[in-house]
């Protein structure tokens, strides 16, 4: 890109434009990789032999491509003797959950064959927990949004650990900002998250009678208030089973996943909780309230006074006053989004418990954060997502900055002195 005669947005986004209809995807601008989304499998691209290539040649000397990236960040690890880092940046659909996915695979194939580590020491545990992690992930951190249909709201860092010999020995995933207001409402045409959808979808008789779910996703105000319950491009009941299969293989027992299902039903059941006034507010859905805490193990007239009434210690005693029914939805909402972010942490916790691994040498990090979006009114977690997509802009254009400027020092120390 740097090499255009004329450089300015119109020459730049031409180039990236005759280059996508020949199916390149990806093109270098000095150190940054541009990638254009191409909504469509190019064969070939990402097969073995592909990652074969990649990983026998420098960085430019074949065309510009994600594994180009990844083993130049395999190699960097001693050339540079530090820790490395990718960050993934681009608006929502961009292709960043993808291409982390991509990175991930790469150096999972150069940890298998590296060649310095004996046999007995050879493992694949980590490499299959992080395959087996995105399942998982993206079913409680992925939702249907107008950009994406597998839209990431959540941001995740993942952190690889790589011997001396390099192979990965373990692994660290940090999540940060979920979007908790989707699990209580979404804009039209938006789904809540995923896991919601696959498991009334996929759940056999028994497992929905266990977890008192006896309707389809119409009938909870959580996942009918937008208007979008289905999408032609979402198999909710395949989705159900890959995620089922991952929570086997990554060792959750029958109890916590069955605790975890008992939770979800609960957090959708608790939306189908509807108030009236008098004298404050009042629950008018019993049978939901005694579903609800039946499913989290709790007393179903304390749960009624929690979420009608506020309590407060006043010299030494408590008062108790009614809620209005505003603010009693308001409560009962965010007792749902409470425990659906409480559950998520848990999910990425117990991940971390299956990858842990020695951490003696170096690492590479791939930060995939989750893209900036503008709407007509932007709730409070989206001004926040904007304002950590923004700060991580500037940090990247100051460091691309920085390293231009150590480059242009570099070249002028080497430029010939002319005295005139
Ligand atoms: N390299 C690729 N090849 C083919 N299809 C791709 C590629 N990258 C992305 N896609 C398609 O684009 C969709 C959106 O990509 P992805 O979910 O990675 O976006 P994102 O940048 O993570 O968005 P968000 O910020 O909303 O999470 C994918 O579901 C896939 O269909
Ligand atoms: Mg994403």
Not at 129 to 148: C, D, H, R, W
Not at 235 to 263: G, P, T
Request: one cysteine or more; aromatic letters at 10%.
């Amino acid at each position: 890109m740097s090499t255009l005669a004329e450089l300015h947005e119109a020459a730049i986004m031409h180039n990236l434009f005759l280059r996508y209809q020949k199916n390149n995807i990806y093109t270098n601008i000095g150190s940054i990789l541009a990638a254009v989304n191409p909504y469509k499998q190019i064969a070939g691209l990402y097969d073995s032999t592909a990652v074969d290539l990649y990983s026998k040649h420098q960085m430019g000397e074949l065309p510009p491509h994600i594994f180009a990236v990844a083993n130049e960040c395999y190699r960097c690890l001693w050339k540079r003797h530090d820790s490395q880092c990718v960050l993934i940046s681009g608006e929502s659909g961009a292709g960043k959950t993808e291409s982390t996915k991509l990175l991930l695979k790469f150096l999972s194939v150069m940890s298998q064959n590296s060649s310095g580590t004996p046999l007995s020491e050879r493992t694949t545990r980590v490499e299959q927990a992080l395959v087996q992690s995105s399942p998982i992930m993206e079913a409680f951190g992925n939702a249907k949004t107008v950009y994406n249909n597998n839209s990431s709201r959540f941001g995740k860092f993942i952190q690889l650990h790589f011997s001396q010999n390099g192979n990965i020995q373990g692994g660290c995933i940090i999540d940060y900002l979920l979007e908790k207001n989707r699990v209580v409402r979404q804009n039209p045409g938006e789904r809540n998250y995923h896991i919601f959808y696959a498991l009334l979808a996929g759940a056999d008789k028994d497992h929905r009678d266990t977890y008192l779910l006896s309707e389809g996703p119409e009938s909870y105000h959580y996942l009918s208030q937008a208007g979008c319950v289905q999408d032609s491009s979402l198999d909710d009941k395949q989705l159900f089973n890959s995620v089922m299969e991952a929570l086997k293989v990554m060792e959750f027992s029958e109890e916590e996943i069955r605790d975890v299902f008992r939770l979800l039903s609960a957090v959708l059941q608790m939306g189908n909780i509807e108030f009236m006034t008098a004298g404050g507010a009042q629950i008018t859905s019993n049978g939901v309230v005694s579903n609800v805490s039946e499913l989290l193990g709790l007393d179903t007239f304390q749960l009624s006074e929690v979420l009608t009434q506020r309590s407060m210690i006043l010299r030494g005693e408590e008062i108790c006053s009614p809620l209005t029914v505003e603010q009693a939805v308001d409560s009962r909402d965010s007792v749902a989004m409470a425990l659906y972010s409480q559950c998520f942490s848990w999910i990425i916790m117990s991940i971390n418990q299956k990858i842990k691994g020695k951490n003696n040498f170096k690492s590479i990090g791939i930060l995939d954060i989750f893209g900036f979006e503008n709407f007509e009114v932007n709730r409070f977690e989206q001004f926040n997502i904007n304002y950590a997509n923004e700060k991580l802009q500037e940090y990247f254009n100051k460091h691309i900055f920085s390293l231009e400027q150590l480059e242009y020092n570099r070249s002028k120390q080497n430029a010939p002195i002319h005295i005139i």
